[in-house]
């Protein structure tokens, strides 16, 4: 699936009114939009102390401290196309993080291969950076104790965007994301969709070709979900950005995405459509609240299977 | 030492905490240990820079960090003043680049003994802390009335002279132990060549194994 980046000036809508758009986010000038994202047999394992409190086991953790190892991935391919807005699911623990790191360099893979827009994240990260936008809903990049305005300039200085660039981008998230008002506020005196929204736009404004979203809607309500759902919708659909999402809000990422990868236990469990998770669902006798499966919340649906599969 | 070598040795220990808390102290860049144990290196690794390069212009806090600086420049001059002596124009250039040795020997402590914290996040998270007040404690010794056996150890294994006392007296042309005024500058080259190798090694680790404790606290705060 390919889609061309939009320069056009579409009327759009927003809270009621139809305007004009600002110029269109596009794509780094220049950047492959055919890189995609390629995970090959990747396995992922963690060490993890094991500590006893009474009696003889006080004695062990010292003299021969007990490890076990955990499988965080076990032998996970997959393949993302340019332009695709891929929701990435499954439950604590799954692997869902430690996927996102590794695709954005952050941690290495035990065995296996990472390929992102047709680079290695260990290799080329300051490469690929350029190119990558990267989003932890319990973390933000914003400098604290500085207003946004001066976060955004940070930006635009480290990232080397030009100015032509930056201007764009930074009108574009302004009226797409509504920060107009923000800017001018200290970090640390935004709420959380308040902050969300201005990472979100600090992650855009080097016109990104591939985001990585780890729970970006964690802890939001209503209107601020509602609000970040149809940008990241507006931005894969109109500019062609390849976004991968994760959220344990699964009518979100239904709403969002066309395909969904299920991870359960370090493995993919699932890959494909939400209409053929249903199907799958009706297949393995699964019965939810709603009289029609087709129609089932995906919620109720995805909970069942995994039900199944334990 | 006189009494007014010693206000200069107070001195320059003064200047040197105020240029490590001007240019290092901002997002804990001088305090490693307390990213690395935080698990705020990789705020780092989304960056296109290189960690050094992100490492060397993080830390800048002109305005709340250079209190030190300004009083203890304050009391150099107080203290040249008072020892009376003419003082060629390169004897500047030699001061500060002594204070700059001094600064890298403190980093170069603080890194290399900060690479624990990528093998023990929770022990060593406060790490470097320890070390860069430790040695700061004892640098404001003048080691001049001790024995040559306590001064040997105090400029080679555990090296607090160097960040005081013998850059004092090596920059008013009595270096102990007859050794030459570049000696610190030697150390700090080896400092950092271990710091380096065992900091690179630690990230290697870090990135293999990741931290799975981060805390926002601290994160260009």
């Keep these: 699936m390919s889609r061309q980046a939009s320069t056009d000036t579409t009327p759009w809508v927003t809270a009621g009114r139809r305007r004009k758009a600002p110029a269109m986010f596009t794509p780094s000038a220049g950047s492959p939009l055919n890189g995609g994202v390629h995970v090959q047999c990747v396995t992922k394992t963690f060490t993890q102390w094991q500590r006893e409190n009474a009696g003889k086991g006080i004695l062990r953790n010292l003299l021969k401290p007990q490890k076990k190892t955990v499988h965080a991935l076990d032998d996970v391919s997959f393949t993302i196309n340019p332009g695709e807005f891929v929701a990435y699911a499954g439950p604590n623990g799954a692997g869902k993080s430690t996927t996102m790191k590794l695709l954005a360099g952050m941690l290495q893979p035990t065995q296996g291969t990472v390929s992102v827009l047709g680079m290695s994240p260990d290799k080329d ?18 400098w604290w104790d500085h207003p946004i305005s001066q976060s955004f300039e940070w930006k635009r200085v480290v990232w080397d965007i030009p100015d032509d660039v930056y201007k764009r981008n930074l009108e574009m998230v302004t009226d797409l994301l509504d920060i107009g008002e923000l800017q001018k506020t200290f970090a640390r005196e935004l709420s959380l969709g308040q902050r969300m929204r201005a990472d979100l736009a600090m992650m855009l404004l080097h016109s990104p070709t591939l985001i990585l979203l780890d729970e970006p809607t964690l802890g939001l309500d209503v209107v601020a979900k509602r609000q970040m759902i149809d940008f990241l ?59 029609v499966i ?17 | ?59 800048f806090i002109p ?17 040249l003043n008072g020892l009376d002596i003419v003082l060629p124009w390169w004897w500047v250039l030699s001061l500060i ?54 001064q040997f150890p105090l400029i080679t294994f555990i090296p607090t002279g160097l960040l005081a006392w013998f850059p004092t007296l090596a920059l008013f042309g009595k270096a ?44 260009r705060r």
């Design chain 2, 63 to 79: 305005f709340s960090g250079s209190s030190n600086l300004i009083s203890g420049t304050v009391i150099m001059a107080v203290a």
């Design chain 1, 233 to 291: 919708k507006k931005v894969n659909r109109e500019n062609g950005v390849t976004i991968v999402v994760t959220s344990h809000d699964m009518d979100d990422l239904e709403e969002m995405a066309e395909r969904i990868l299920m991870i359960s236990n370090g493995k993919i469990a699932y890959d494909g459509s939400f209409d053929g998770l249903r199907a799958l669902s009706e297949a393995y006798g699964i019965e939810t609240q709603t009289v």
């Design chain 2, 97 to 150: 680049g002594n204070l700059i040795v001094t600064v890298a020997i403190i980093l170069g402590n603080s890194y290399f003994a900060s690479s624990l914290a990528f093998y023990a996040p929770v022990q060593a998270e406060e790490i470097s802390t320890f070390v860069i007040d430790t040695f700061g404690h004892i640098s404001t010794f003048p080691l001049s009335g001790m024995p040559r056996y306590l």
């Design chain 2, 176 to 219: 102990p132990f007859g050794l030459s005024a570049w000696y610190p500058l030697l150390i700090a080259i080896i400092l950092w060549l271990f710091a380096a190798h065992f900091f690179r090694k630690g990230l290697h680790y870090y990135v293999k194994t990741g931290i799975n404790r981060y805390h926002p606290m601290g994160h």
């Design chain 1, 294 to 310: 087709k129609k089932a919340p995906i919620e109720q649906v995805i909970a069942g299977l995994y039900k199944a599969w334990k």
């Design chain 1, 125 to 142: 990260r300051i490469r690929l950076m350029k190119k990558l936008g990267v989003l932890f809903g319990n973390r933000t990049e914003l």
């Design chain 2, 1 to 59: 030492m006189n009494r007014f070598e010693v206000l200069f040795m107070l001195a320059y220990t003064t200047i040197v905490t105020g240029i490590f808390q001007t240019f290092c102290s901002g997002a804990n860049t001088g305090h490693i240990s307390r990213r690395i144990g935080r698990g705020q290196l990789e705020h780092m690794f989304n960056q296109p820079v290189s960690l050094p390069m992100q490492l060397a212009t993080e830390g």
